[in-house]
């Protein structure tokens, strides 16, 4: 993988300086902006919309919360498997970062000293957005365009080849999908008990539950036309 970055041909190193180039082009400010916002900015507000979809599931209630919330609690931890699967591809590749192997980039972040492929930041936003595209279809895209401008950033910034970032948000999708099935069959029976105690049962609904040991209900239930159509925001 160093070999195909040292190659001034590769479609790769010239995206790279394309990208990167506009940031040498850009006003200091608009620099620290970008670098903010790949570095904490999107990241944090995915997280943000995923606690909002989770405060809007307690508020609403109903028979389907716990499985609403089991989706939910699947997109951190499917964006905390995806990386700790990037630690041996990171291990086996040992691809530099690109600012060592080229000359001519501007770094915006220093201090980056661990191997290139693939990106953490990539990997951790997409594995979040389609996580949470799968419990909301509509902030879901949003997350995921999110994700994908994250990754943008990165290579703006001069940490990371345009390959590590498509790396990154493939490895991110195929985690939070492939496992989804298995992290549902888990989860949705762990969230019915947190539901049904009395002590944590507000992690599940703020409307408590009915004397027949149901969820709380606001009227019948909708039926959702697909994965991830429930209002999870109502």
Same mark, same amino acid.
């Given at each position: 993988?160093?070999?195909?970055?040292?190659?001034?041909? *590769?479609?790769?190193?010239?995206?790279?300086?394309?990208? *990167?180039?506009?940031? =040498?082009?850009?006003? +200091?400010?608009?620099?620290?902006? %970008?670098?903010?916002?790949?570095?904490?900015?999107?990241?944090?507000?995915?997280?943000?919309? !995923? %606690?909002?979809?989770?405060?809007?599931?307690? /508020?609403?209630?109903?028979?389907?919360?716990?499985?609403?919330?089991?989706?939910?609690?699947?997109?951190?931890?499917?964006?905390?498997?995806?990386?700790?699967? *990037?630690?041996?591809?990171?291990?086996?590749?040992?691809? +530099?970062? +690109?600012?060592?192997?080229?000359?001519?980039?501007?770094?915006?972040?220093?201090? =980056? @000293?661990?191997?290139?492929? &693939?990106?953490?930041?990539?990997?951790?936003? %997409? $594995?979040?957005?389609?996580?949470?595209?799968?419990?909301?279809? /509509?902030?879901?895209? &949003?997350?995921?365009?999110?994700?994908?401008?994250?990754?943008?950033?990165?290579?703006?910034?001069?940490?990371?080849?345009?390959?590590? !970032?498509?790396?990154?948000?493939?490895?991110? @999708?195929?985690? $939070?999908? #492939?496992?989804?099935?298995?992290? %549902? $069959? #888990?989860? @949705?029976?762990?969230?019915?008990?947190?539901?049904?105690? +009395?002590?944590?049962?507000?992690?599940? @609904?703020?409307?408590?539950?009915?004397?027949?040991?149901?969820?709380?209900?606001?009227?019948?239930?909708?039926?959702?036309?697909?994965?991830?159509?429930?209002?999870?925001?109502?």
């Amino acid at each position: 993988m160093a070999g195909l970055a040292e190659s001034g041909s *590769n479609p790769d190193v010239d995206l790279l300086y394309d990208i *990167n180039g506009l940031a =040498k082009a850009a006003p +200091p400010w608009f620099d620290r902006t %970008m670098e903010f916002v790949g570095e904490y900015g999107l990241l944090f507000a995915v997280v943000l919309m !995923v %606690m909002w979809c989770w405060w809007g599931v307690r /508020k609403r209630g109903g028979e389907d919360a716990a499985v609403s919330v089991a989706a939910l609690v699947w997109a951190p931890l499917a964006a905390a498997v995806a990386v700790l699967v *990037n630690v041996p591809i990171r291990g086996i590749v040992e691809r +530099p970062r +690109p600012f060592l192997d080229h000359d001519g980039l501007e770094v915006l972040v220093s201090g =980056k @000293t661990d191997y290139s492929f &693939v990106s953490d930041h990539a990997t951790l936003s %997409m $594995a979040l957005a389609v996580g949470l595209f799968l419990a909301h279809r /509509k902030f879901g895209l &949003v997350a995921i365009v999110m994700a994908v401008f994250a990754g943008f950033c990165r290579v703006y910034m001069g940490v990371h080849y345009p390959t590590d !970032v498509i790396g990154g948000l493939a490895l991110g @999708t195929a985690v $939070a999908l #492939l496992l989804s099935p298995a992290a %549902m $069959a #888990l989860l @949705t029976p762990l969230m019915r008990a947190i539901e049904r105690s +009395p002590r944590a049962g507000w992690l599940i @609904t703020a409307h408590g539950r009915d004397s027949g040991g149901g969820g709380a209900t606001r009227g019948p239930r909708r039926e959702a036309s697909g994965p991830g159509e429930r209002d999870l925001a109502a």
